[in-house]
C-alpha cells in the first residue's frame, strides 16, 4: 500500500497510470487492500490533470465493483458520474463501461446519491459543464429521480452562460423541458457572449448593451 501510494504521488503521469493499472490486477486477483485505500486512490486519480490517470481510475473503479467490494453509492455514484461528466472522452467512455459494470451488477442508486453526486460535481472547482452532462441530468431527471432543483437549474444556468454555442443551445433545450415539469429559473436575462446576444437576444457582454427578451 506504501509502495502504491507513493506511485500516485509521482510527478510522472506514466508512472501514476502504471500504478493504478497495477492496483486493478492486485483486486483483479483477489489482494487484499483496504477499501478505504483504493476509495482514496480512485478520489485522487480522478481528479488528475491528465487524462489517462483519471482514466485509470474509472478502470479501477471497474474492477471494485467487478470484485463485489463493500463500496458505499455515494463513493461510486460521485466517482462514476465524474467521470462521465470528464471533458476527454477517453475518459467518458472508461466510466461509460464502469457505470454499465455497476448496473448490471444490481447496485440500486437512489435518487439522494444521484443529487449528492450533482452537489459534490456543482462544488467541485473543476467542473465544467457540457452537452454529456446536460444530457445526462436530462435523462436522470426523465426517469423520476429526484435531484436538488437548486443544483439542476445550477447546472443548467452555467450551460446558458457557456462559450461554446451548442452547450448554450443545449441548455436552452433543456432548459424549455425541465421549466414544464415545474422547475422555475430564473426570469431575468442570462449573460452571454457578444455573438450569443445577438442570436439569444440578451446581455451583450462586450458592447454592455441590454436586450430585452422576447415574450
Do not use: M
Amino acid at each position: 500500500i506504501k509502495l502504491l501510494n507513493k506511485g500516485l504521488g509521482f510527478s510522472d503521469s506514466d508512472t501514476r497510470e502504471a500504478t493504478l493499472e497495477a492496483w486493478c490486477k492486485l483486486v483483479q486477483h483477489g489482494i487484499s487492500i483496504p477499501v478505504e485505500e483504493s476509495v482514496k486512490a480512485v478520489a485522487i486519480a480522478a481528479s488528475d490533470e491528465e487524462w489517462k490517470v483519471r482514466r485509470a481510475a474509472q478502470f479501477l473503479l471497474e474492477k471494485l465493483a467487478s470484485a463485489k467490494v463493500e463500496l458505499s453509492i455515494q463513493e461510486i455514484t460521485f466517482a462514476v458520474y465524474k467521470g462521465l461528466f470528464d471533458s476527454d472522452p477517453n475518459v467518458r467512455g472508461a466510466a461509460s463501461i464502469t457505470k454499465e459494470v455497476i448496473d448490471n451488477s444490481g447496485i440500486v442508486v437512489k435518487s439522494e446519491d444521484l443529487s449528492t453526486a450533482f452537489i459534490g460535481l456543482s462544488y467541485d472547482p473543476k467542473f465544467k459543464v457540457s452537452k454529456v452532462i446536460l444530457e445526462l441530468l436530462r435523462n436522470v431527471i426523465k426517469s423520476g429521480a429526484q435531484i436538488q432543483k437548486e443544483i439542476v437549474i445550477e447546472i443548467v444556468t452555467k450551460g446558458l452562460t457557456d462559450s461554446e454555442t451548442d452547450i448554450k443551445e443545449l441548455a436552452l433545450a433543456v432548459r424549455k423541458e425541465l421549466s414544464g415539469l415545474g422547475y422555475e429559473f430564473p426570469s431575468t436575462c442570462l449573460l452571454y457572449t457578444s455573438d450569443a446576444a445577438d442570436d439569444l437576444l440578451c446581455v451583450d457582454l462586450g458592447g454592455r448593451r441590454i436586450i430585452k427578451k422576447k415574450k
